[in-house]
């Protein structure tokens, strides 16, 4: 079916304000994936769902970012009260779980905060 | 702490030549390594999966290489086309799960 989708694919907020990103994995997917990558940067892991387990929210950078993933389905990443330095492109990816699968990435969603 | 390092400078290369970039890391002892490519505004794009266990592994024109002594993998693309040009990610797994930590990626141009 079709790939990873992710949306908006560009986002403009104003410093303050709250965010909400939406990922749609590839069906059938357990495993879901939020990287953030800077300008010239590589990609930044955030967080990662694996079917029912609690999900690893090691990478988050602080406690205004937080995701949530409705069952194997829809996962939302939400940063709260943005800054600046939030201004990145913020990548979803899925796979079919097993730990040594390749990673299945959306475009994207460019945030960028004024 | 760990590190994962890739060139940081653009890699230029003449049509029909074999690119190599490089990915080595410190302070890891991963059960494998991913190579993806990124072009510009798109998400990575999977290439190859090499395991600890394995030295080489090959696809069409791709190579890639995994010495766990030195930490490092070597990335290949022989009879380079202009085509090629993108940005080439490492990625090492972290633990037991499909966690990965990738590289800042080295940027390909291969001219005609």
């Known amino acids: 079916g079709a790939g990873v989708s992710q949306s908006p694919s560009n986002k403009v907020t104003e410093k303050g304000k709250d965010v909400e990103l939406r990922c749609d994995p590839i069906s059938g997917h357990t495993a879901l994936y939020w990287y953030r990558q800077r300008l010239g940067q590589g990609l930044e892991f955030l967080i990662y769902f694996q079917g029912n387990s609690a999900p690893d929210k090691s990478g988050l950078p602080s406690d205004r970012f937080s995701a949530e993933r409705t069952g194997e389905s829809v996962s939302t990443l939400t940063i709260q009260r943005t800054q600046q330095e939030d201004s990145a492109v913020y990548l979803c990816a899925s796979s079919s779980g097993a730990a040594d699968l390749e990673q299945f990435f959306g475009p994207g969603t460019r945030l960028t905060v004024l | 702490s760990q590190k994962i390092e890739q060139n940081s400078e653009a890699l230029n290369i003449q049509e029909g030549k074999t690119a190599t970039l490089t990915c080595n890391y410190t302070?890891?002892?991963?059960?494998?390594l991913q190579w993806y490519r990124q072009d510009p505004g798109r998400g990575p794009v999977f290439l190859l999966l090499?395991?600890?266990?394995?030295k080489e592994k090959r696809k069409e024109r791709l190579k890639v290489t995994f010495d766990t002594t030195l930490k490092q993998s070597l990335f290949h693309i022989t009879a380079s086309q202009p085509a090629d040009s993108a940005t080439y990610l490492c990625?090492?797994?972290?633990?037991?799960?499909?966690?990965?930590?990738f590289g800042q990626g080295t940027t390909l141009q291969v001219k005609p």
């Open positions: 090499i395991r600890e266990n394995e």
């Open positions: 990625a090492l797994n972290s633990g037991n799960t499909g966690k990965l930590i």
């Open positions: 302070n890891y002892s991963p059960a494998y």
